[in-house]
Each structure stands twice: as structure tokens, then as C-alpha cells.
């Protein structure tokens, strides 16, 4: 089965620290996406990766192929960067390309 | 912007009612996706579309159908709601382009009493 798994499941932090999350995966993908999570539901899309680094502002996020993992870091942490973080996924040799697999999310918390 | 608007953010209804839930897409995406967010589950998918009157199965479709008529909309469909089906629900869009990222919707909070 295709899986998807996240770490940590929660995080909490002081603000100014730099955070990881982290992302792996079993088998070849498509593409990694990093998706973000506010209270309140709605979901917004970080990144779509795949191969090396992207960066926008303090989002960092990484994928290392050959290893089956990614990273999403967080440089200089906000209170308002609390949320959830979600690793999705397309495997290749899915029969819609379209579908994504997801994982269960980092709840990251940012203390001022 | 992509934009995609669910008929409703927070709903009640009773055990047995039949219930809809409508998405709408305004970016002539051609797939569409209904998920269901459980604490400790993540996001599952239930049913998606890759064109008009066209459907696949997701992981958990029990329970659920779904319509697609037009491109732009996509009806989730509870034929007899029961008390397991409590959850936030939410609908996606996407294209080919840009690894077929997914523009999600607020979401819809469904509680069975």
C-alpha cells in the first residue's frame, strides 16, 4: 500500500526557533506537496515538489528522492506560523495521476 | 485565484436524512475530490472525478455517492446519514498543470445528532 508518514505529530516551539517537519514515503512519486492548515479548516498549498529545494520567505522545503523524504522547515518561527502541516503525495503508477495520498499532519504550535 | 466555495460551512442534520453537499470550482479544473477530516485520521479520500459524469472510488465510499453534471460542480451525497458520518468535509480541485496541486474549499462541519 502507499503510504505516507509524518514527524513529529506535534510540535510546539518558542518563536525565533527554526523548525523540521518531516515527510516519508514508500514508493516513487510524481510530485510532493506541502500543504498548511489554519483553525478553522481551510487548506492552502506551500510547495509542490519533485526534485532538489524551494524556498518562499522563511518556508524551506526539500526532497531527497533516492531516500524517499522530504522536509519542511520553518526559519525564525511565528506565532503565526501555528497550524498543520501536511505532507501529500502522487505515486506514480496511480491510476488517476491526479490522486494524492496524505499524511496525518504536524500540529505546530509557535509560543511568543 | 482558483476559488472553490462549499454550499455550506456548518451543518445539522438527523440519523436518516438524506443530505447534499455542493462544491463549485471556478478555474474549469477537471478533477475534483470530497475528503473527510477526522482528528488522528487526517484526510481521506471518499470519491473524486476526473471529468464530467465520470467518478472513481476513494478509500472509504461507503455510505456516500456522488454527482458531477457539470465540470464546475461536484455534489457529495449522504443517502442516510448516520451518527459516524459527524465530521468536517471538504472538496478539492485540481488540473494537469502544476504537478495537479489541489485548491481546497473552506469545508463544511457536519454533525449527525
Not at chain 1, 523540521?20 to 514508500?26: E, V
Not at chain 1, 524556498?55 to 522530504?70: C, D, F, P, V, Y
Not at chain 2, 443530505?19 to 479520500?45: A, I, K, S, T
Not at chain 2, 461507503?62 to 465530521?87: C, D, M, P, W
Amino acid at each position: 500500500k502507499n503510504e505516507v508518514e509524518q514527524s513529529p505529530q506535534n510540535l510546539t516551539a518558542q518563536e525565533g526557533e527554526f523548525i523540521t517537519i518531516n515527510c516519508s514515503y514508500s514508493v516513487g512519486i510524481s510530485a510532493l506537496h506541502w500543504l498548511q492548515q489554519h483553525p478553522g479548516g481551510g487548506i492552502v498549498s506551500l510547495f509542490m515538489l519533485s526534485s532538489g529545494k524551494k524556498k518562499h520567505g522563511r518556508l524551506i522545503a526539500t526532497i531527497n528522492i533516492q531516500e524517499k523524504h522530504s522536509s519542511l522547515h520553518i526559519t525564525a518561527s511565528h506565532p503565526r506560523d501555528s497550524a498543520v502541516y501536511i505532507c501529500a503525495v502522487g505515486f506514480l503508477g496511480e491510476t488517476s495521476g491526479s490522486r494524492l495520498t496524505f499524511g496525518e499532519g504536524t500540529q505546530l504550535t509557535v509560543n511568543p | 485565484d482558483v476559488k472553490v466555495t462549499q454550499s455550506s460551512r456548518y451543518l445539522v442534520k438527523r440519523t436518516g436524512e438524506k443530505v447534499f453537499l455542493e462544491c463549485v470550482q471556478d478555474m474549469d479544473h477537471e478533477n475534483m475530490f470530497w475528503y473527510r477530516q477526522d482528528p488522528g485520521l487526517g484526510l481521506r479520500l471518499i470519491y473524486f472525478s476526473y471529468d464530467v459524469k465520470m467518478k472513481e472510488k476513494g478509500d472509504i465510499p461507503e455510505g456516500y455517492s456522488v454527482s458531477r453534471e457539470k465540470k464546475e460542480r461536484f455534489s457529495l451525497i449522504l443517502e442516510s446519514a448516520s451518527t459516524n458520518q459527524t465530521s468536517m468535509y471538504l472538496c478539492a480541485s485540481s488540473f494537469w498543470g502544476r504537478g495537479y496541486e489541489q485548491y481546497f474549499g473552506p469545508g463544511t462541519r457536519l454533525t449527525v445528532t
